[in-house]
């Protein structure tokens, strides 16, 4: 399977560099899994396009601020993003970093007054690892001077701004530790969530911190020698046993987000059950893969030749979904992270 077949032309004006004025007013293509009709909604619209009395399963990380911005002590610039936390005592993070060159071990950067780090692993590529101090207030002091770390293709000038710190984050979000947004959740307000659950939709949450596996470019042609990165999830015991009673009672599982989606394939690997409790995620998803969990997806506009396109190109097919995109970019629909949503059942 080559890597060119899941290509496609966006122009750039397509993509979108603000979110919708109201989250639920983004626009919804509604694509049927089976007999690959296209329809046009609101994610407002989104009660009467679900499966009666099916389970909505969500991510309910939650975005910190991972971008740090400091200066050696030659009085150099290094920008910093927090990828994740080691498993080494204190608060050492693996980074990503720009200006770390010629950097040893236990080079320090200043963030702020009291605020540092010193490299534990100098950058190799671009990537290493850092201590932070003082570790205690480490939290607090990312969530003071650290920046949403978005996506390169929504254009920013450095800084913190406050649109961004309200919108790219759901309104469930609840474990910090992702370093970009679940997208497709951002769509949901309250008001929407209440009146699913109300109208005997079952709403259940998984934690899947976001990071570079969900995003690592595919640098080979051949699609199948492609290898994830990893990524940590955790499914609690009441999500687990929500999922597979609605499953064996026939009622249809909708995933939103592909990282909600790799996490409930993955748990199910062994035994096909949802399995609960933290974990790692390595799972790849691409055509040919047979889904064992969920049976609906919500999702936003990905972008050419990603792993998060090849995943819902399994779920609904290639050749249907590059269709639906291409219907998508005639009708001006907006993509990626701010962009809007497309509902598979």
């Known amino acids: 399977m080559e890597l060119s077949d899941f290509d496609y032309d966006l122009p750039s004006e397509l993509i979108a560099q603000e979110p919708a ?8 293509l509604h694509v049927g899994r089976g007999d690959a009709s296209l329809s046009h909604h609101r994610f407002s619209d989104l009660l009467g396009l679900l499966p009666k009395d099916c389970v909505l399963v969500c991510n309910n990380t939650r975005v910190i601020p991972a971008r740090l911005r400091g200066k050696k002590t030659t ?31 236990g080079g320090r950067i200043n963030f702020a007054d009291k605020f540092w780090g010193k490299w534990v692993e ?3 590529a671009g990537q ?7 570790e205690k ?50 769509h949901f307000t309250p008001a929407l969530l209440d009146k699913l659950v109300q109208s005997g939709i079952q709403l259940c ?19 199948e020698t492609h290898t994830m990165g990893t990524e940590s999830y955790e499914i609690d015991a009441a999500t687990a046993e929500c999922i597979n009673t609605a499953k064996a009672s026939g009622r249809k599982i909708i995933a939103v987000g592909t990282t909600t989606t790799r996490a409930l394939e993955s748990s199910a690997q062994q035994t096909g059950h949802v399995q609960p ?7 790849f998803i691409y055509p040919g893969y047979e889904f064992q ?38 009708r001006r629909y907006r993509f990626y992270s701010y962009g809007d949503a497309m509902l598979i059942v």
């Open 21 to 28: 004025k109201q989250r639920d007013q983004s626009r919804l």
């Open 75 to 105: 009085g150099g610039k290094a920008e910093l993003l927090l990828v994740r936390r080691t498993a080494a005592e204190g608060e050492v993070w693996q980074v990503l970093c720009k200006g770390g060159q010629k950097q040893k071990v």
């Open 122 to 124: 100098v950058p190799r």
């Open 128 to 134: 290493g690892s850092i201590r932070f101090f003082p």
């Open 137 to 186: 207030d480490f939290q607090r002091l990312v969530e003071q001077h650290g920046e949403v770390p978005l996506p390169p293709y929504i254009r920013r000038s450095p800084g913190r701004h406050a649109v961004d710190q309200e919108r790219y984050q759901t309104v469930y979000a609840q474990q910090p530790g992702a370093v970009a947004a679940p997208t497709a959740g951002l």
């Open 205 to 223: 949450f998984i934690t899947l911190h976001v990071g570079l596996g969900t995003f690592q470019p595919i640098r080979v042609e051949q699609v």
């Open 277 to 283: 409790g933290p974990n790692q995620s390595e799972l």
């Open 293 to 330: 969990v969920i049976d609906g997806l919500i999702t936003n506009f990905h972008l050419p030749r990603s792993t998060l396109l090849l995943l819902v190109s399994a779920f609904a097919g290639r050749e249907h979904i590059l269709h639906a995109y291409a219907e998508a970019v005639k």
